[in-house]
């Protein structure tokens, strides 16, 4: 069992063991005084795990039943928040029960969402599945959904009581939503841990996966205990994320995966800040070779234009006024914000 403390607002712990899956209802006991409990997940994970979380919960005593969404980010909407506060509701949650978030990336954001907005907030534990919210999403309390306009425009920081993180659930992912994941592992060594990036490099980062998703995590837990609310610092953890979301908006959200997204974000703007005389030179090149290595893109299958990626970058949520943050490299291991007006962005991201 490896234990990692998050000391943010509402402190909670993060727990990495193989089969924990399996004991998620002692913790769940251990940390709520809940009688009822909805399991939120999708299509694609409810038939590996939703019966196995339910066999804990209801040997703990717990009332259980769950809400199944489709896969996919396109779920990721209003409309499907709305079909859970109905299930939430049918089933009778009261302030004191919990939810589970089942599942990756947007099974967390969503269900993180509704429990921070149903009855103005309840409980809520991430379970995640995948390696991108391993070592990730599932941390630091970011919750949301996404408008036609641009991704997670609507959320709200709400932090769960716990995070129960079972190595073995990797085990079912594709290899394409493993090599997903990896590019969020990738930019934690971008951003902070020069030695991480290193040991991508010359080892393969499966071999030694639970070592890989604790020092992410502990990444991660540092900054978001330094800066909760995303003031300052948690900004860098948006490395890659400005023009990856662009991409994403652009494809409408389908076709291409957030971690490709983000891989394709982090070659092209460091590139850019190559060019600028900001980052060291190679450093693209070396964050694009090691994209290759773990079957990560670095570029779009689709023809885009910079002032296609400019405009749909300018709805992020990281404007501000008419100038938008963005994530640099000094060089690998060290990074920091630079505020560039939104009429220059085209140009500074041009090859």
């Not at 003031?231 to 389908?254: C, D, S």
């Not at 006024?321 to 994530?327: A, F, H, M, P, Q």
Request: proline content about 2%; hydrophobic content about 40%.
């Amino acid at each position: 069992m490896r234990t990692i403390h998050v000391n943010t607002g509402r402190p909670y712990d993060i727990f990495i063991e193989r089969g924990i899956i399996d004991n998620c209802g002692e913790y769940v006991k251990k940390l709520s005084q809940a009688q009822k409990v909805t399991v939120i997940t999708d299509t694609n994970v409810a038939p590996h795990y939703k019966w196995r979380v339910f066999n804990s919960l209801e040997s703990a005593g717990f009332q259980v039943t769950s809400h199944i969404f489709n896969a996919g980010e396109e779920s990721k909407t209003l409309d499907t928040i709305a079909e859970m506060y109905n299930t939430l509701a049918k089933f009778k949650m009261s302030r004191k029960d919990v939810i589970v978030a089942l599942g990756g990336g947007v099974a967390g954001d969503m269900a993180g969402f509704a429990a921070a907005t149903y009855l103005r907030g309840i409980d809520f534990i991430q379970i995640p599945t995948s390696l991108l919210a391993q070592v990730d999403s599932s941390v630091g309390g970011k919750t949301g959904v996404d408008l036609s306009f641009g991704k997670n425009l609507v959320g709200a920081f709400h932090q769960p009581i716990a995070v129960l993180i079972d190595p073995d659930t990797l085990n079912t992912l594709p290899d394409y939503y493993l090599s997903d994941g990896m590019a969020e592992v990738i930019k934690y060594g971008c951003i902070k841990d020069k030695d991480l990036f290193e040991n991508l490099e010359t080892q393969s980062a499966y071999d030694h996966i639970e070592d890989i998703i604790e020092r992410c995590v502990s990444i991660k837990r540092d900054v978001v205990s330094r800066d909760e609310k995303e003031k300052g610092e948690r900004m860098l953890l948006n490395f890659g994320h400005t023009l990856g979301h662009a991409i994403e908006k652009i494809y409408n959200y389908t076709g291409i995966s957030h971690g490709r997204a983000v891989a394709i974000g982090m070659v092209l703007i460091t590139m850019a800040s190559e060019k600028a005389g900001i980052t060291e030179s190679g450093t693209a090149e070396k964050i694009e070779n090691l994209c290759q290595k773990y079957d990560l893109p670095s570029r779009t299958d689709k023809e885009i234009t910079f002032a296609e990626m400019a405009q749909a970058a300018a709805g992020d949520k990281k404007t501000a006024g008419n100038e938008i943050n963005l994530v640099l490299l000094k060089k690998i291991g060290e990074s920091y914000t630079q505020k560039k007006k939104l009429d220059e962005l085209e140009d500074f991201i041009k090859d």
